[in-house]
């Protein structure tokens, strides 16, 4: 969710920054609270060459004589990246054109427009830059919105934004649900898990959007678009709106950029599919860079379980040779939770493991 990704919802403060307009100013030094020292930055040293991130083709998913080799390129991924851009995933490009441009009328609007939508005291969604726990902000600012279910949407915010932009959002959530229909019953199958145990999950889930528009910066290394950490998604589908790169994964404790694919789906496991699958999939930390030319404007999609579902390891997976690694909890509980811990890379997931030898006293 986030997001919307609860890591968006870290504070209730409700000063409001708006990045997009203090970068419209005359002043070029960065002010203190986006300040962030002693980052780590990208592995590019030519000793470590970079591992290509992993292409999956949906329709040889689907249809291609190929499919149980590229089923078993997506299991693979999963469990080795837990992250991957998904080409020819079928969503038209008329509609991922008509998206592009309404979220980039979006962000053009005034600010005063923007505004309607700000963030209010105690709330987790709405429009805005937010302060973290460290006390600094990120360099970005976003709109996070509830989707589903219906009746959780904020009567202040999905019906009421523009009209072609809701009308836009609705039709591409409808696709993307369907395309998420599609990979978790794929998953389910390379997982051997029955696809009904995966779509109860799955099925009218709690969803979020986030729009983001990130600003370029006069000194990128100074700050940070977006923070580190892993999504509480069960999978996040991320559009880079205006193919500008910034986006950087953590793998086998290094960062690495991903050059956006024109029309590509970035696709990432969150950590509550990581805990239903026992550990076998992984989701994966990552974090947004800002650079001094151009802004980047992305999209992202949260699909989670539902707020009905326990949260916990697919009892299909479970047997005395493979203990439970995560506890269960109710889905409402597990995000409660997780707005009171600080965001932290993949702390939280941390927080849901069992430690070592208590296996015997949990079950499934
Ligand atoms: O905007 C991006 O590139 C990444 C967004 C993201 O990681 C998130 O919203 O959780």
Redo the contacts with the bound molecule.
């Keep these: 969710m ?4 609860p ?2 919802f870290s504070s209730s403060d409700s000063s409001m920054i708006s990045v997009q307009e203090l970068v419209k100013g005359p002043t070029k030094s960065i002010p203190q609270q986006f300040v962030r020292l002693n980052q780590e930055h990208p592995s590019l040293s030519v000793t470590t060459p970079l591992p290509s991130t992993p292409t999956i083709d949906m329709s040889r998913l689907v249809s291609g004589d190929d499919h149980e080799l590229e089923l078993q390129k997506l299991h693979s991924t999963c469990i080795d990246w837990g992250l991957f851009q998904l080409v020819n995933h079928g969503v038209s490009s008329s509609l991922l054109e008509k998206l592009k441009h309404e979220v980039e009328e979006f962000f053009k609007l005034p600010l005063e427009e923007k505004m309607k939508y700000k963030i209010r005291e105690g709330e987790l969604e709405g429009y805005g830059s937010r302060i973290r726990g460290d006390g600094k902000r990120d360099w ?1 600012d ?1 709109i996070n919105i509830i989707t589903n279910p219906l009746h959780r949407r904020s009567p202040r915010l999905f019906p009421e934004l523009p009209s072609s932009l809701r009308n836009t959002l609705e039709s591409y959530l409808s696709e993307l649900k369907k395309l998420a229909t599609k990979l978790f019953v794929l998953m389910a199958k390379a997982l051997k898990i029955d696809e009904k145990e995966m779509i109860e999950l799955f099925d009218d889930g709690f969803q979020a959007v ?1 729009m ?1 528009y ?1 600003p370029p910066c006069p000194k990128p290394e100074s700050v940070m ?2 923070v580190p ?1 892993s ?1 509480i998604s069960l999978l ?1 589908i ?1 559009l ?1 709106v205006n193919g500008v790169d ?2 950087q994964i953590r793998k086998d404790g290094l960062w690495f950029p991903l050059n956006v694919i024109p029309d590509a789906f ?1 696709v ?1 496991v969150g950590d509550t599919l990581e805990i239903f699958s026992n550990g076998v999939y992984h989701s994966i930390e ?3 860079s800002t650079n001094t030319e151009t802004e ?1 404007i ?1 999209v ?1 999609f ?1 699909f989670s379980p539902k707020l009905e579902a326990d949260i916990g390891p697919s009892p299909t997976l479970i047997n005395p040779n493979n203990p439970p690694l995560f506890r269960k909890v109710g889905m409402e509980q597990y995000l409660k939770d997780y707005f009171s811990l600080k965001p932290n890379g993949k702390a939280y997931l941390d927080h849901m493991r069992i430690p070592n030898g208590q296996h015997q006293h949990n079950s499934a």
């Design positions: 986030g997001s919307s990704n890591e968006d970005v976003s986030r983001a990130y678009g977006l950490h999504d996040t991320l880079q910034g986006l970035v990432n990552h974090k947004v980047r992305t992202a949260f």
